[in-house]
């Protein structure tokens, strides 16, 4: 009896690594968003067949390093290709990478086939939970990496988009899970009906698949409704917007003599776009602010003002009282407005700061701007072009938490990119994915400057407004409207969610026996 039992074992490790790998075929670009609660259910039916605690946390670790392997590989094209660490540490930076955020799934799987219950539902229930607490501790331990919570492969047109504005991407990574779950006891009490040898009504009682696949019924068909409820309102006129896609390459941009390269092409592309808002990438000027010849910032100024507008462009700001080693990762409004200021405040680590103990890194790592300071956590939105702007950097609007600060005092959100670190990868398009969940949550309109690319507007239901070709040098010009009101994510937050996960966690671990 050994013999199957050892053969079984393998054969379920490389399943759920498969269904790992797979399962980022469910987000952007492809975005197979149904696809994600298959490989969820198929990944729950391999959990429920483990014998051991053991056996659980390896199945779970299996198919966390599929799913991250598979879908932040980017990773190795920042550390090598861009930031020049010799391809094998690259490789094994990454793979270990991969393996450590392999730990969340380690843990769901173990402490679900320990403390699982026997009943149908609670046993649902108790996985969704655990899934959604193990992305919610990796979202917040060691700064975070929230980086696709499957909450993320839901936006439209699924129809779990409409549990955003109320749950947050947490929220409807509960419902994801839960539904994987609810599919797989639909397909097992199918299959078990059909091969029962015992024949008559009750037997088809007992193994009728009609209550899970009603509950399945039910959360598609909430989500769905709740996709048609508007909970927030415009406000004003539409502003005319301008946002710049430089399209200047990663290895070329801190080249002191590509500096006035830089500066023109972003002189160019304002001057032929006239808005209300031009919003510049991240660090589109590579120098700190006072290295910014005053009479280039004035011409950017004039051609905002010809508009009765602003303009938003991303800089590092630095510190003169520190000789120049204090900076901050910052954006910077010139035109009608009075001159305002924004400092990114979640850094991104070993790219923007280096944790203690990690100098050794940047020896490997030639990374340009690698020590910024955070600045402040709560920022008040800025004052321009008519509107009150929530402005977020790079992968801020990863932390949905985060950007509901501003709200619902803000009135648009604003995000200034540079995923020409990823090259042409998945990044751009997982990141433009992300900003869609941010949209839906806030109800707020997001709009994306991006150095290489996706330039977006994004609308306050989650869909693509408009989104240029990544690797192109051009402007995207449309209308946006600013917003008020509040979801009921913005006035809550992630605590109802995960502290019904925690409950959900420690009432139905107490029924296994």
Not at 124 to 147: C, D, Y
Request: charged fraction near 15%.
């Amino acid at each position: 009896m050994r013999a199957p039992r050892l053969k079984a074992v393998p054969l379920r490790l490389l399943g759920a690594l498969l269904l790992g790998a797979a399962s980022v075929l469910a987000y952007a670009p492809l975005g197979w968003f149904p696809l994600i609660w298959l490989v969820l259910c198929g990944w729950f039916g391999l959990l429920g067949a483990c014998a051991t605690v053991r056996e659980g946390a390896r199945v779970g670790a299996a198919f966390g390093f599929g799913m991250f392997i598979a879908g932040v590989s980017w990773v190795y094209v920042s550390l090598s290709v861009f930031g020049g660490m010799p391809a094998p540490m690259a490789g094994l930076a990454t793979f270990l990478f991969c393996a450590v955020l392999a730990i969340f799934p380690a843990i769901v799987g173990a402490l679900f086939v320990r403390f699982s219950p026997a009943a149908w539902l609670p046993r649902a229930l108790f996985f969704a939970a655990l899934w959604v607490l193990a992305e919610w501790l990796r979202g917040w331990v060691l700064t975070g990496f929230p980086w696709l919570a499957i909450g993320y492969s839901q936006t439209p047109p699924s129809p779990l988009a409409g549990f955003a504005p109320v749950l947050g991407v947490y929220g409807v990574s509960l419902v994801c899970a839960l539904l994987a779950a609810l599919i797989y006891e639909v397909f097992k009490r199918w299959l078990s009906a059909k091969s029962c040898p015992v024949p008559g009504r009750l037997s088809w009682l007992r193994w009728c698949p009609a209550l899970p696949l009603l509950s399945v019924a039910l959360l598609v068909a909430a989500g769905a409704l709740l996709r048609d409820v508007l909970w927030v309102e415009p406000q004003g006129e539409p502003v005319s917007v301008a946002l710049l896609q430089g399209n200047i390459p990663q290895d070329l941009k801190w080249r002191p003599e590509k500096f006035s390269d830089s500066l023109l092409t972003y002189y160019r592309l304002a001057q032929a776009h006239p808005a209300q808002l031009t919003v510049l990438p991240e660090t589109a000027l590579p120098a700190f602010l006072d290295q910014v010849p005053r009479e280039y910032l004035d011409e950017l100024k004039k051609l905002a003002v010809r508009q009765k507008g602003d303009l938003l462009f991303g800089i590092a700001l630095g510190d003169a009282e520190s000789g120049g080693q204090r900076y901050a990762n910052g954006a910077v409004s010139i035109g009608t407005s009075a001159q305002q200021r924004y400092s990114k405040s979640h850094l991104v680590p070993f790219g923007e700061f280096i944790p203690t103990g990690f100098a050794w890194f940047l020896s490997m790592a030639h990374i340009p701007m690698s020590d910024f300071t955070p600045g402040a956590a709560k920022q008040p939105p800025l004052n321009i072009a008519g509107q009150k702007v929530a402005v977020n950097i790079c992968y801020e609007d990863a932390f949905g938490e985060e950007i509901i600060r501003a709200l619902p005092e803000a009135t648009l959100l604003v995000n200034l990119s540079n995923v020409a670190w990823f090259g042409d990868s998945l990044a751009p398009a997982q990141h433009l994915q992300i900003a869609r969940m941010r949209a839906l949550e806030s109800g707020r309109m997001m709009l994306r400057a991006t150095n290489t690319g996706m330039t977006a507007i994004i609308r306050v239901d989650g869909a693509v407004q408009a989104v240029l070709p990544p690797f192109t040098r051009d402007a995207l010009v449309g209308e946006v409207r600013g917003y008020t009101g509040t979801t009921p994510f913005v006035r809550w937050g992630n605590w109802p969610v995960i502290s019904f996960a925690l409950l959900l966690v420690a009432l139905l671990s107490r029924r296994k026996a």
